[in-house]
């Protein structure tokens, strides 16, 4: 309300795209021993899957994959896909590695998010749904859910309800800035 009575900030995609990159890199770093602890603690595992906290490359793939798709239905045309372009530059530079890679990665695991998730659209929970294959946590369940090669629904929930903080807000950000 306020925003439309005196006009919404100006910010670079420049600058919107650092802002974001570096916002996911630190949840990212700070909230993967969480998630990592809650997985190997979970009491359904027979055996814990012992994921390291320093193991979150693949994690912030997911993380940055998941924040790139909500990103693309809430910005306009033309903006989304330059917003993904210097995101994922910005990503391959943080992480000291190549934008190629990364993107084809980040494409990689929509399309994994997509498939495995299908029809439901929700992002938070296709997130647990790959962080089950990319740490390949089927062969620490029990032998049922391990020869469906399916995540076990309790773990899967509490996964779920710990992937929700780490969605960035796109639709705040269109609410408070006008993008140039």
């Not at 989304?80 to 210097?86: E, G, H, P, Q």
């Not at 084809?104 to 998730?117: A, P, T």
């Amino acid at each position: 309300m306020i925003a439309t009575l005196f006009g919404k900030k100006k910010i670079t995609e420049d600058k919107l795209a650092n802002a974001f990159i570096n916002a996911m890199l630190e949840l990212t770093a700070e909230g993967f021993p969480t998630v990592a602890a809650e997985l190997n603690e979970s009491p359904e595992f027979e055996v814990s899957p012992a994921i390291k906290d320093d193991d979150d490359i693949a994690f912030a793939l997911i993380v940055l994959a998941a924040n790139l798709t909500e990103m693309q239905r809430i910005l306009g045309p033309g903006l989304d896909k330059r917003m993904f372009a210097l995101s994922i530059s910005k990503f391959a530079q943080a992480i000291d590695g190549d934008a190629t890679t990364v993107e084809r990665r980040v494409k990689e695991i929509q399309g994994r998010m997509d498939r495995l998730n299908f029809p439901s659209k929700n992002t938070v929970y296709a997130m647990g749904k790959v962080l089950f294959h990319e740490y390949d946590l089927f062969c620490f369940q029990d032998s049922y859910f391990r020869e469906m090669r399916a995540p076990n629904p309790i773990i899967l929930k509490r996964l779920n309800s710990l992937m929700g903080y780490f969605i960035w807000s796109w639709s705040e950000v269109v609410e408070q800035y006008r993008v140039v």
